[in-house]
């Protein structure tokens, strides 16, 4: 394909869409032929495309392209994204590309990686717009068209001092409802009362403050209001999405990947999986063992066996509902601790409700299951699903919501979880609710 | 607290923060209150401070205060956020507010509100800045100093046709860099290969663009490219977040609420609950009915019974893991339908990996477990483990495959969904397992 098309036809192409469009039509392409293709275009238009190919396209290019060229492109990119990509690198391949790129870049890159991921640090980046405190309107518009190519966005203006202390912010939007009074002073118009967010606050809590507060970019301080970054609504938005993934693996007992499911290895992955899964199979081990201590009930009325999946998944599912109610509720901060009594209660209503629902269907089953003795024999299952749903709704709620008491995260309160505990319980309530209505079993 | 304060000190109180701020420091206040509060700012404050309460008490605010007042706000709110709360009044309040608002607002309201929940066009506002493409750049800033008070964004300046077609997009960027320039034309430097997306849109469908674009707003135009509103970065971050509930609730079998969860009556969350609770009793009365079909071999090796909650939660938990990561991989994109084959031979792989593991921890426990006649007969555990495992990571990867390539959306494959189908075939390979080692039991 890159053989019939002339130079300049490329040049053209690169140009002519939105960089994030390039990418997407180019993403089939080897390293090799993308590499050629994007040597048409200049040099801001190629850091721009490659900005929006995938993590793994990004970490193809750099490690089999000429390093030279590689280096200069480095030095190009936003500092976030430049070290969201270099931290994947193989070691030797970041220290070489890092001795290329001028000492700024490369400083600006050791500042930007020291900050674990999923704290603000980490998604911040470095190059905002400054001005003094001192410009006028006039003088800020001037300054800004001169300058706006360096940064992210030019939609909100730090108004720093001299020692990187942030004072205050100015909007794009003031300068421009400014411009009646050109002559005013940045001091006179800027914002004061500014929401910040520090370098190793989760990044949860900042997304919480921007979407809160509609903002375009909040700035990230030190002690003393030193300014270190922004992060901008575009990577608010990645976080948004990585977190909720986050909290869905979480809710489905997978601890967070870190990665894309296909870019993480069957070993990771089933490391991530089986440390719960074996939480969970000795969850499911004191079952047995509950049912190994009723098993003279089983064994004198053998009918109650076919019941126990039907038992046990009642109880689970309306557990996890309640669970995944109370954890998405807890994570939007729809409800908070406060209103633990009125989720309680709420929770518990449901499962009454849900609970003879499912008894009344129940009772239908068993007066016509082989073996039930009596119309009263089958009251058992319904009497034991009505309990064992109402266990369960009330289990699902009050363990997220212990969860968020203690400091721990309520995501972790997974639907699996939750299941495998009122496992045990409705086993419980089960046999003890047969021994009431069938009498003890003799014993033999 | 009110009489304390005099009113200047309140006037203070309310323009000195973010209004985001104001408003949660007045959360705590009647309605009646928080009313005699905000009459004390001036209205463009009063309208910011009211639109950040929470929907309860900015519904509570509209049904008890003055019509009249109560009027003037609604009529100054963002269009967007006047649809999200007119929406939720009482049929009668709502139609006594519209006759008082002026027609425009009227006419915009009624535009607004045809399009359905979960569309662009139910989240677009109708408020943007529009240029003529004939304006210089130093025109357009005159033009943008003077209106912008009535724009959500002016950051996206939109260049229509005398009819309203979409013809381009400046930049308040471009402007401000534009400013050595000022005499060039804003057809010269606008933007046209624009990313737009339809009013019927699904709003997931525009959260992908705008997040893989990272763009600060996207336009929403019919047929032909006529202009009827936009969507900004703030409204995208509470669809992502909106979006991510819906599909948790979703993955945790319950329907999406459409409305925060105290909100939500206790009888409809039960209706949305319950349905999913009914179609999980089916599966789980199938798997009373495969137990019952074999009574015999249950009677005959009674311990076999305590382990049936094992086989199948560990079966269940592994599918719905499954489930889990495949349903979050195909939502963000990270993986195809393309990837189908990858994706069954990685689960296969896991599957080998976890049933391995959780073979040899059931082994060990069967063999010491009362009843157990045998080492051969305790492999019967370990065998069925194995085979559950395997079974229950390729459902909960398979089946959400097959609902995406059915066009249906595969977070309806929720965790105790894929658990209660593999609960049935869990129970089967479970009986099969124990006739294929021990032998077939007698009939009696």
């Known amino acids: 394909m890159l053989a019939d098309i002339n130079s300049s036809e490329l040049g053209e192409f690169c140009v002519a869409l939105h960089p994030a469009r390039t990418a997407e039509f180019m993403e089939g392409l080897t390293a090799d032929e993308t590499w050629q293709v994007l040597a048409f275009t200049d040099q801001q238009t190629r850091v721009q495309i490659f900005s929006y190919f995938s993590a793994e396209k990004q970490e193809e290019i750099l490690s089999t392209q000429d390093r030279e060229t590689i280096s200069v492109l480095v030095a190009e990119m936003a500092p976030d994204d430049r070290a969201d990509i270099l931290q994947d690198l193989e070691p030797q391949l970041l220290e070489d590309l890092l001795n290329r790129i001028p000492a700024e870049e490369r400083r600006d890159y050791l500042r930007l990686s020291q900050y674990p991921d999923g704290t603000a640090g980490a998604v911040m980046t470095s190059e905002f717009a400054k001005l003094g405190a001192d410009l006028t309107i006039q003088q800020a518009i001037h300054e800004i068209g001169r300058q706006s190519e360096e940064y992210e966005t030019i939609y909100y203006l730090y108004v720093l001092d001299d020692e990187d202390h942030l004072l205050g912010l100015v909007s794009a939007r003031q300068l421009l409802e400014g411009m009646r009074n050109p002559s005013t002073k940045l001091s006179d118009v800027m914002e004061t009362d500014l929401v910040t967010c520090a370098p190793m606050e989760d990044q949860e809590d900042v997304v919480d403050k921007v ?26 938005i990645d976080v948004v999405q990585e977190e909720a993934t986050e909290d869905a693996h979480q809710m489905g007992a997978v601890n967070p990947l870190g990665e894309t499911y296909l870019r993480t290895s069957v070993l990771t992955l089933s490391w991530k999986r089986g440390i719960w899964l074996m939480i969970l199979f000795f969850f499911a081990l004191l079952t047995a063992f509950a049912l190994e201590a009723y098993d003279n ?125 009122i496992d045990i319980v409705g086993i419980v309530i089960y046999m003890n609710v047969a021994i009431w209505f069938l009498g003890m079993p003799p014993v033999n």
Request: proline share 5%; charged share 10%; net charge negative.
């Open 211 to 236: 979407a809160r507060m509609d903002l375009l970019a909040i700035p990230v301080v030190e002690d003393e209001r030193k300014m270190l970054g922004i992060i901008t609504h575009d990577d608010i």
């Open 297 to 421: 009930n089983l064994t004198r009325w053998v009918w109650l066996v076919p019941f126990i999946p039907l038992v046990i998944s009642s109880g689970g599912n309306s557990g996890s509902q309640s669970a995944t109610l109370i954890i998405t509720a807890l994570s939007r901060g729809h409800i908070t601790l406060n209103d633990w009594l009125q989720v309680i209660l709420r929770e518990l209503w449901m499962g009454l409700l849900l609970g003879t629902g499912l008894a009344i269907m129940g009772y239908c089953v068993a007066v016509f299951f082989p073996g039930v003795e009596s119309l009263h024999a089958a009251l058992v299952v319904p009497v034991t699903l009505l309990l064992v749903v109402i266990a369960g709704t009330l289990t699902g709620s009050i363990l997220p919501l212990v969860f968020e008491r203690l400091g721990l995260d309520p995501a972790m309160m997974s639907s699996p979880f939750v299941a495998g505990i």
